[in-house]
Every structure is written in C-alpha cells, then in structure tokens.
C-alpha cells in the first residue's frame, strides 16, 4: 500500500441537492481540506440519505454514508481516520456522526472526530473575524441590522448561539446579531432593538453551511411567518442574502484549523 494512504480525511457533511450550492459550499470545504492535505486519502459521506438519494436520481452521483465510507476505508487498510464534520454545532447531526462511528472504532490504527464550527472550545473571535472581513457581507451603518439565522439545537448547545451573538457585540458590531429559529421570540427580539434604535433597514443571512431549505423558506420565504414576512409586516426595508456560510473561504479554512487540533499533520 503507498504510505501516503495509510491516513485518510472522511469530511462528512448533512448534505445537499442543489448543484450549483453544492459546488460553492461542501466540495468548496473538500477542496480547502484537500490543499491543506495533499498527500492523504480524501473521502466524502453524508448523514441524509434522503439527500444521498437525491443526488443520485438527479447527476448519477453515488456519495457514500458515515458506514459506507469507513467500510471502504478499512478495505482499502487505512489507518488512520481524521473525520472533520461541516455541521455547526454538536447536535442532532453531529450525535448521528459518533454513533455511526463507534462501532468502526477497533478496525483503525486511530480513528478521531474533528470539532464543528463552534463549541465549547471554539475560538468566537476567529468567526466572527471570518465573517466581518468577508466581502459577502456589508458592514451594517447606524440605521441598519445585520441579523443571521442559526438552525438551533435540542441537545443543550443553543446557548454557544447566544454565547456567539453576545461576542459580536465584544468585538464591536453591535448591529450583527445571531438568533435560531428554534427560539420562538428570536424575531420579536430584533423588532424591540431594532425600534429602539430607529433601525429601517435589515439584512437576513443564513448562519448555515448551505443556504437550503430553511434559509429559503423558514428565512426567506414569502408565506406569512418566515422571518423576511414578519420583519417586513412590522415595517422593516428587509434584503435577504442567501451566502451560505460554506462559501466563505475564511470558514473553510476554519475547517481545516479543527482537523490541525486533532493532530493531523500534513
């Protein structure tokens, strides 16, 4: 076997069915990891099987899941795996990756899980950085908001959304909030600031890897309590930007930093 192969990157990812977003953002964070490790095995794997089959109806795309592509590469006698997740919080998706995982665990030399883009020991300041300096995005001006949509979680990591909000206030935006659509109050909260502040302006931007289904509809949709509808009925001037976070070379290359803090060397 060539030794260059004897350690692989799975980068594992919910997925999506849309070509063109599936190019700017997912293969976008492959390519990255790939620059970042050119000598180790690459792999891909989605956690939606609903997606996977999508895929493979619409471009004969065969793309593996978590088990798929650990089995192949163990048969191909990796061993050592580094599995760097896109998903943004240990949530559902994340507890779905581990447990799949667990029972490779003995068939590899070594076989690690890198972080998602924010946890507990996740660095706010490189985020937030990653997004200000980003040309995606237009700094807000005195009248104007910039309010991101984050997915939210049930397993208790919602507050690392709060705890993110509250950091783009210390590393001075005051005028960037990140609010999840869990939360049922996330948008009466921003009319009470944004009227306080004699705000007229708000610009909507998915806090998800790929702007799909929920940034399209929950965010930006046109029925009555997508949160464009809602904003604008309180009389908002209301612009919605559909970057997907996986689109910011910035935050791809923080993908690349978590799989360097599981002591991957290239």
């Not at 690392?160 to 909260?189: C, N, W």
């Amino acid at each position: 076997m060539n030794h260059s192969f004897h350690r692989a990157i799975l980068v594992v990812s919910f997925g999506t069915s849309v070509h063109e977003t599936r190019t700017k953002t997912l293969e976008a964070i492959e390519h990255c990891i790939q620059t970042a490790y050119p000598n180790l095995l690459h792999e891909r794997a989605w956690t939606s099987a609903v997606l996977r089959e999508k895929v493979l109806k619409s471009d004969d795309i065969k793309i593996l899941s978590v088990q798929e592509a650990l089995t192949k590469l163990s048969l191909t006698g990796v061993g050592e795996v580094y599995i760097q997740p896109t998903f943004v919080t240990r949530g559902g998706e994340y507890q779905k990756l581990v447990q799949a995982t667990s029972a490779f665990q003995h068939q590899f030399q070594r076989l690690c899980i890198g972080s998602p883009l924010i946890d507990q020991d996740a660095n706010f300041a490189s985020i937030i950085q990653a997004i200000a300096q980003s040309s995606s995005y237009q700094p807000p001006a005195s009248d104007e908001l910039l309010l991101f949509m984050g997915h939210g979680t049930t397993d208790g990591d919602d507050h690392l959304y709060d705890q993110l909000d509250q950091a783009f206030k210390a590393e001075g935006y005051p005028h960037i909030f990140l609010k999840t659509m869990r939360s049922a109050s996330s948008v009466d909260e921003i009319i009470s600031f944004a009227r306080e502040r004699q705000i007229t302006k708000i610009t909507l931007a998915p806090f998800m890897i790929v702007a799909g289904r929920h940034a399209v509809k929950d965010m930006a949709g046109d029925h009555a309590d997508s949160w464009k509808s809602r904003l604008t009925q309180a009389g908002f001037q209301v612009h919605c930007n559909m970057t997907g976070l996986g689109e910011l070379p910035e935050i791809q290359r923080l993908f690349v930093h978590k799989l360097d803090q599981t002591g991957l060397k290239p």
